[in-house]
């Protein structure tokens, strides 16, 4: 049986509601896609996602950390946001639909 990633997605989506209204947004997204590979301190984002005020930056990775995208290790007295296994799969599944329109 051939998986199909579209309905993959949409199941996955229709189990984790929140991370349908953070696809929705490009901003979110790249802040997802910025973190997903290594671990970023609260200044790297701000100096890779420009133009943004911090209180937007801290609105966003409240929304992420939330919705259980993104964590802040809690023995780190800095700043620094990780991705999740959850926003691990979240973008797994999300690349898989946008590959398969491709």
Do not use: H, W
């Not at 701000?46 to 209180?55: A, D, L, Q, R, S």
């Amino acid at each position: 049986m051939v998986s199909d990633p579209q309905q993959e997605y949409a199941d996955f989506l229709e189990q984790n509601p929140a991370c349908y209204t953070i696809s929705q947004s490009k901003i979110f997204m790249f802040v997802i896609k910025t973190i997903i590979n290594s671990p970023k301190s609260f200044s790297e984002l701000m100096e890779g996602v420009k133009p943004i005020t911090e209180e937007d930056m801290r609105l966003i990775l409240t929304a992420l950390k939330s919705a259980k995208i993104i964590s802040k290790p809690l023995a780190s007295q800095a700043e620094i946001y990780c991705i999740t296994p959850l926003g691990r799969k979240f973008m797994e599944k999300f690349q898989k639909t946008q590959d398969s329109f491709e």
